[in-house]
């Protein structure tokens, strides 16, 4: 926690040049110095907070009018003000003093480059959030990753790298060709490492997303960019999952082959960067692999899920997105899981599933019988009843324009069963009542040390309806197939977090973190006890958060 200095109600806003102003946090709408002329302060009617605005334009800080106009829309889909800030925040609540260490978030925090908006949520410069636990206290920040298609797009004032949705414009026909050799080469892909953030067995802490040159070192207590992991083997391959399976002894991730439709099964060491193959997978169905953001283990196995949502060499080489963007639903090539031995690689069960689309799998666990033989490999995952509408739903111009609106489409606690007796087939279904979560779910956690053993909580978001956007805490119990719900008016909370409480004997006692974004332009940190699922503390932002996706636990050293 070395940076972060403890001093009550102060925070310090940080411009793109690193100029520092400084602001009482408890009484913001007095006056505050100006750093160097990059700040001048402006009282904005709809905010009780003071909005900073640039006044000579560093690149990345849009002007008054555009951030106006971005303002209508909920704070969830709208940039981050500055590049930097970090302060205490006042605490409603109690926080409990075990808990003591980093909850890190990553997640897009920019989605425009001077006047251009990008298109989807996907799309953002990455944004790490970080809340400092001790002693009952909380020093909060944020920083935008340093990647080389941040700084390209701040030094040039355009999209230089493709991202989820946009691709940048070549400025001639011999540029559009060097642009097709650098996409094969990867060159041209983007190392924006905005979907998650992992602590390795080592103490290293990764900001990743499916890009595999999208995995970037951050130190954890400044949330400075220290630089790329370099993966030192030669497995090659442009894309990997962008969840792997991190525990204290090892790094499991699946590395998808377009070539040859398939997937390695690879493992990493802590304290190394040279990850090593378990075993591979060949695709029983076509053209291409499915798109693999994540995949659950067990203690024995590793679940390699092979969607009908697949990977598209032609939608890669487009320049304007198509519906599904760089994937395509191919239904006739049907839905697989696929289940590797950890230790051998060898595959012990193939089986045909009913069509699914899954972005995040919750967890996976062996089911075994009477005499402790392993029957099947139970697999949970937030499912999108095989409706591949959500991507399109992630669209900003969605999310900004239909709030209030019913048009969230339903989702599930999707459980797969795997047999493993050779059958060719295995099931999904709803695991409870999709009632109970409102009909929509993603975004999920467990209590880690539940990983890939038999589990009886999930945390994930949930829907109120109407909603265009999952608008709720939701703790479902798998055991008695109930859900419990926290809900806001106009909040966008991010996913759930279980940190455990030191010593429990209890899946759920711990507490669950979550950054809610609010529609009056404000955000702030929530704290709910795992296992009543009531509020125990609520910390404001000075400024309202942006919607991030996933995160991480760093206890103090
Ligand atoms: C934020 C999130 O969840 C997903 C981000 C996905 C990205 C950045 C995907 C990037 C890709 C390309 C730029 C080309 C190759 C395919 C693919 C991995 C989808
Ligand atoms: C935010 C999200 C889906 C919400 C739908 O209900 C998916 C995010 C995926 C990337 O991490
Ligand atoms: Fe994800």
């Not at 009018?65 to 981050?80: C, P, Y």
């Not at 990753?145 to 040039?156: G, L, R, T």
């Not at 711990?510 to 609010?518: D, K, N, P, Q, R």
């Amino acid at each position: 926690m070395a940076s972060f200095a403890f001093s009550a109600g102060v925070g310090r806003y940080i411009s793109p040049s690193n100029a520092m102003v400084s602001v009482n946090c408890e009484n913001r709408s007095e006056g505050f110095s100006l750093g160097e002329g990059i700040f001048a302060r402006k009282r904005d009617p709809r905010y009780s907070v003071i909005t900073k605005v640039a006044t000579q334009a560093p690149t990345m800080v849009p002007s008054l009018e555009k951030e106006l106009a971005i303002d209508r829309n909920h704070v969830a889909w709208t940039s981050v003000r500055q590049e930097r800030w970090e302060g205490e925040l006042a605490v409603q609540g109690e926080i409990p003093l075990w808990l003591s260490g980093t909850y890190l978030r990553n997640g897009p925090g920019l989605w425009h480059i001077e006047n251009y908006n990008f298109r989807h949520l996907f799309d953002g410069y990455a944004m790490l959030v970080g809340l400092h636990f001790e002693n009952g206290r909380l020093i909060a920040g944020h920083r935008q990753i340093q990647s080389e298609a941040y700084k390209a797009a701040k030094k040039n004032n355009k999209l230089c790298y493709r991202e989820f949705s946009e691709v940048p414009k070549p400025d001639n026909f011999l540029a559009y060709v060097g642009e097709l050799a650098n996409l094969f080469s990867g060159v041209s892909l983007t190392d924006n490492a905005n979907t998650g953030v992992v602590r390795l067995g080592d103490g290293r802490v990764v900001c990743l997303t499916e890009t595999q040159k999208g995995s970037i070192v951050v130190d954890p207590d400044t949330l400075e960019t220290l630089g790329k992991f370099q993966y030192s083997d030669s497995l090659g391959g442009l894309i990997h999952s962008a969840h792997p399976i991190v525990t204290d002894t090892e790094f499991l991730t699946l590395l998808p082959d377009l070539l040859k439709p398939g997937y390695l099964v690879v493992r990493m060491e802590p304290g190394s960067n040279e990850r090593k193959v378990i075993g591979r997978v060949d695709c029983r169905g076509g053209p291409a692999p499915g798109w693999v953001h994540s995949f659950p283990v067990t203690e024995h196995y590793v679940v390699v899920p092979e969607m009908p949502l697949r990977y598209c060499a032609q939608n890669l080489l487009r320049a304007e997105p198509t519906p599904l963007y760089k994937f395509e639903w191919h239904p006739d090539s049907k839905g697989f899981m696929h289940v590797m031995c950890k230790a051998s690689g060898k595959i012990v069960a193939s089986v045909e599933v009913p069509l699914y689309v899954t972005f995040h799998f919750i967890n996976a666990y062996e089911e075994k019988d009477e005499d402790g033989r392993v029957t099947a490999v139970i697999a949970d995952c937030c499912e999108h009843n095989a409706d591949t509408s959500i991507l399109e739903k992630l669209k900003l111009q969605n999310l900004r324009s239909s709030m209030g609106e019913d048009v969230l489409p339903d989702a599930r606690v999707g459980r797969f069963v795997i047999p493993l007796d050779g059958s060719p087939y295995g099931k999904l279904e709803a695991a409870l009542d999709p009632e109970e979560h409102g009909k929509g779910m993603d975004m999920c956690s467990i209590n880690p040390a539940y990983l890939g053993k038999k589990y009886r909580y999930a945390y994930a978001c949930g829907a109120e309806r109407p909603c265009n956007f999952p608008n709720t805490l939701t703790k479902i119990d798998l055991f008695d197939k109930k859900a419990k719900n926290w809900y806001e008016e106009g909040a966008v909370p991010s996913e759930p977090f279980f940190v455990a409480r030191p010593g429990a004997t209890e899946e759920d006692d711990g507490v669950v973190i979550s950054m809610v974004s609010e529609k009056n332009g404000d955000g702030y940190a929530l704290l709910l006890d795992g296992s009543t699922f009531e509020e125990i503390a609520r910390a404001k932002f000075p400024y309202g958060l942006p919607y991030g996706l996933h995160g991480c636990w760093v206890p103090k050293k």
